[in-house]
């Protein structure tokens, strides 16, 4: 019984560190003020394309059940259930980053 409750206090501490570390870009960057507007606009594109790519990955409730229910069988499901969020802060970032881009683009009259 012992092994027991020592191996589910294992796992349960190490599946607390599953997950991603978010990497999210920065709203502001070097030289923006100097981007043309098909420079702007371009990167206004691709990352819009990167919030949808990230867009299906942040809902991880039914990934995670079904981990944690077969973990119950098989320890092996529960080393890769993923707690994290880095999916959404990455999305809120170049959100965060859009906004800063098309303000600048407002200001050089763009038209984006």
């Known amino acids: 019984m012992k092994k027991i409750i020592t191996t ?25 003020e100097n981007k043309s507007c098909k ?12 919030i949808n790519r990230l867009l299906p990955k942040t809902n991880k409730t039914g990934k995670n059940v079904v981990l944690g229910i077969t973990g119950w069988f098989v320890l092996v499901p529960w080393f890769f259930m993923d707690f994290s969020d880095a999916e959404q802060q990455e999305i809120n970032a170049l959100r965060t980053r859009n906004t800063n881009l098309t303000s600048i683009s407002i200001s050089k009259k763009c038209g984006i």
């Open 39 to 50: 420079a702007i606009s371009y990167e206004i594109s691709s990352n819009q394309d990167e």
């Open 8 to 32: 589910i206090a294992i796992i349960a501490t190490l599946s607390a560190c599953a997950g991603r570390v978010a990497n999210p870009v920065s709203a502001v960057q070097l030289g923006d």
